[in-house]
């Protein structure tokens, strides 16, 4: 892809896979400093679960929260009171905190916050137009990166809405499920030059006076579109485009200002992974991205993780014991007792594998603070659930988290 | 596992495309790769394509990255099968597109240069997935008459996620507000007849958990709604069965025969350590809480009424080899 920038590695150069620091996320939400905290990696690692333990945590240590999601799971948009999408945070049923905080949640609808971009950059009759037009439609609702893009402008907004009303002191951003997690990076900086691109401003010559810009290369670029696409289209684009040209500009500024605010001191991103290779490459990738745009990483989430009870027994010891109480075994149980030592032995192989996999990240990356969740073994839908991961990202052993 | 029942048999021998959709993270391009693997070694030839520019592919088989050219990744012995593999570019479909249909071989050039390739491929509505599956239909089409081109049995495509499936298969009347006419419809049309024909089938991966399996119910209905037809729902990453339904009971109780368990350690030449005992009943009572939950997601893809296919997790993670096993897997399930 053309649009991938080519990373180099990026971290120490030499390095032993050792334990890396912990990561204190008490210590994070509790800091008054910390007023943005945005939890990122790619798809299926929990991070939306992750987003919104965070956010609940923080809140019964007294902080003011509001918590945007991006897409989460039926039963947990239920229990938070988010069920409705429609970019309005409301307080959490059931987090009423003791101490003064607070946690509000809220469901991204990205096209609405599209709408609201235009209607807020536009005047009346000149946002309705764009509105209806069918490339704005496309570009709304389907353009890869316009989730991001409208993620990082709500977060915008919200952090605007909070300086001013003093409703909320920490917001936590959840990010989409991107086929990369450096899309949401990209998205501001895509959709800007995208819109600012020669094409664009190729389409908008014949509206701005002499044909002078009618050379011979735009003129086999005209015919070849109209051959392709058929007038229709050429002229709907058009359409679009003039319409739009107001607001490139207002694209560009916001699109830096949003950056800008990711950089800001009082900016934290989480980056949650699970123990699967694909995952673990993309955490890494995004490690390296945030410090060569010096984004502040606070740390490593890594969600589900398989564990070991105590007991010592490799996963060989246990398969050769089974294999033996099934060839010699005399008891009722002996059944029972070998698929005990055979589960053990597949959660021995997961363990061994998972901590393969961690080790590639920490080697390469040994200063980067991490906190390990152990797997569950029930989902999480509702606010027991959330708070009891995060007890688990507080650094509470799972055991006493639990009970 | 038990291969799919009768009245939900696939036909595979009928079947040219097949589309692999599922949520992002239940192991999508895995099991495209494994049912393209298992097709082939039917003796078939078979093309996978990925069109999301992740180079899947190249990583499962361990090869360098795929241009944007069909290349053989695997064949079987004696003849039996070739597997090869397409990373679908949408600008370098465009360009050929142009090149193949209007022989703009020096305005697809100077289309590059003014950013029309790109502007088409990543803002006009549709035209991206029209130009993808545009690639795909050309693969699955070829006969003795295309020059110089390869042939194949069964197209495997490593498709979007299930969410955008639908809209992305549905090219059609995804274009329905813009191209009313043009060369560009009559390209979607022809197209659709292919997807929504008997020769195409829509396989949905899915893991057990609440989400996923929620997002294949929501992506089938999706797709019976467009007219295009839904094969497997491929349920991945299914725990082993080491215990039975009464063990399980036992084990979330906390009545698992602990005495029993220890005297069949010793027996099993093991130090029957109570730490040990424990550790055993505590990860058996944790198996039987998350068998518990999948069992649940289960009876909801029974619901669903469609063919099921099962692939194990494998202790080991998918590397080459499990690739291989979860191919024979699928292949004792009756792929073909």
Redesign the interface.
């Known amino acids: 892809m053309n649009d991938r920038r080519t990373l180099a590695r990026r971290g120490p150069l030499a390095g032993r896979a050792e334990s890396a620091p912990p990561l204190d996320v008490d210590a994070l939400v509790r800091d008054p400093a910390t007023r943005i905290v945005v939890c990122c990696g790619s798809g299926g690692v929990g991070k939306t679960t992750t987003s919104a333990a965070l956010a609940l945590r923080a809140a019964e240590h007294g902080r003011k929260v509001v918590v945007l999601t991006i897409d989460p799971a039926r039963r947990l948009a239920q229990s938070m009171g988010i069920e409705a999408l429609d970019n309005t945070p409301r307080p959490v049923p059931g987090a009423e905190a003791t101490n003064g905080g607070s946690l509000d949640a809220m469901m991204l609808d990205m096209k609405r916050t599209f709408d609201e971009v235009v209607e807020s950059q536009a005047s009346p009759e000149k946002a309705a137009q764009i509105l209806a037009n069918p490339f704005y439609q496309a570009l709304s609702s389907s353009f890869a990166g316009t989730q991001e893009y409208m993620a990082m402008e709500k977060l915008g907004q919200l952090h605007q809405d909070a300086v001013r009303t003093g409703r909320w002191d920490l917001i936590v951003v959840d990010t989409p499920p991107s086929r990369s997690a450096l899309d949401f990076l990209d998205a501001p900086e895509r959709l800007s030059s995208f819109l600012d691109g020669r094409f664009i401003r190729m389409l908008l010559a014949p509206a701005r006076g002499p044909a002078r810009f009618m050379t011979a290369g735009l003129g086999v670029v005209t015919n070849a579109l109209t051959k392709v696409l058929g007038t229709q289209v050429l002229r709907d684009m058009q359409t679009f485009v003039a319409a739009f040209d107001t607001l490139f500009g207002g694209f560009r500024q916001r699109a830096q200002k949003t950056y800008e605010l990711l950089q800001a001191t009082g900016t934290s991103f989480l980056v949650v992974a699970a123990p699967e290779p694909d995952a673990v490459r993309e955490a890494a990738y995004f490690v390296e991205r945030l410090e060569e745009e010096r984004m502040p990483l606070a740390g490593l989430v890594v969600n589900r993780v398989s564990q070991l009870p105590p007991g010592g027994l490799s996963a060989e010891e246990a398969v050769a014991a089974a294999d033996r109480l099934g060839r010699t075994g005399d008891s009722d149980t002996a059944g029972l007792t070998a698929g005990l030592l055979r589960l053990h032995a597949e959660r021995a192989r997961i363990v061994a594998r998972e901590t393969r996999v961690g080790r590639r990240f920490t080697a390469a990356h040994p200063h980067v603070p991490t906190v390990v969740l152990p797997a569950l073994p029930t989902d999480v839908h509702d606010l027991d659930g959330l708070r009891l991961v995060g007890k688990l990202l507080g650094g509470v052993p799972g055991n006493a988290a639990a009970s | 596992m038990a291969p799919p029942t009768a009245e939900h048999a696939i036909d595979w021998d009928e079947i040219r495309l097949h589309v692999v959709t599922g949520?992002?993270?239940?192991g999508k391009t895995t099991l495209a790769a494994a049912l393209a693997l298992a097709i082939a070694s039917a003796g078939k030839s078979v093309l996978l394509c990925e069109v999301?520019?992740?180079q899947g592919i190249a990583r499962l088989f361990d090869v360098p990255p795929l241009p944007y050219e069909e290349r053989r990744i695997a064949s079987g012995p004696n003849d039996g099968g070739d597997l090869y593999a397409l990373a679908i570019?949408p600008?370098a479909a465009l360009l050929e597109y142009?090149a193949m249909y209007?022989h703009?071989g020096?305005?697809?050039k100077?289309?590059d240069?003014?950013?029309?390739i790109?502007?088409a491929t990543?803002?006009?509505?549709?035209v991206r997935d029209v130009l993808l599956t545009g690639k795909v239909y050309e693969a699955v089409h070829r006969n003795r008459r295309s020059r110089n081109a390869r042939q194949y049995d069964a197209v495997v495509l490593d498709a979007p996620?299930t969410g955008r499936i639908t809209?992305f298969l549905n090219v059609n009347s995804e274009l329905s507000?813009?191209?009313?006419?043009?060369?560009?419809?009559s390209q979607a049309d022809t197209v659709m007849t292919l997807l929504r024909s008997p020769r195409t089938a829509v396989h949905l991966v899915t893991v057990l958990?609440?989400?996923p399996v929620?997002e294949t119910a929501d992506g089938i209905d999706g797709l019976h709604r467009a007219n295009l037809p839904v094969g497997a729902v491929m349920v991945n990453l299914v725990h082993?069965n080491?215990?039975?339904d009464a063990?399980r009971t036992q084990a979330i109780s906390g009545r698992?025969?602990e005495e029993?368990?220890r005297?069949?350690?010793a027996?099993?030449?093991?130090d029957p350590?109570p730490?040990?005992v424990?550790?055993?009943?505590?990860?058996?009572?944790?198996?039987a809480?998350?068998r518990a939950?999948e069992d649940e997601e289960r009876r909801h893809i029974e619901k669903l009424d469609v063919p099921v296919l099962d692939l194990p997790r494998l202790?080991?993670?998918v590397d080459l080899g499990g690739l291989y096993e979860l191919a024979a897997e699928l292949c004792e399930q009756g792929v073909r």
């Open positions: 949520k992002g993270g239940t999301e520019g992740r570019e600008e142009l209007y703009l020096r305005a697809g100077a289309l240069k003014f950013g029309v790109d502007f990543t803002i006009a509505p549709g996620p809209q507000g813009l191209a009313k006419v043009g060369p560009i419809r958990e609440e989400m929620q082993s080491e215990l039975d063990a698992l025969p029993q368990i005297a069949d350690l027996a099993a030449g093991l350590d730490a040990l424990d550790g055993l009943c505590t990860e058996a009572r944790e198996h809480q998350r939950l202790p080991e993670g």
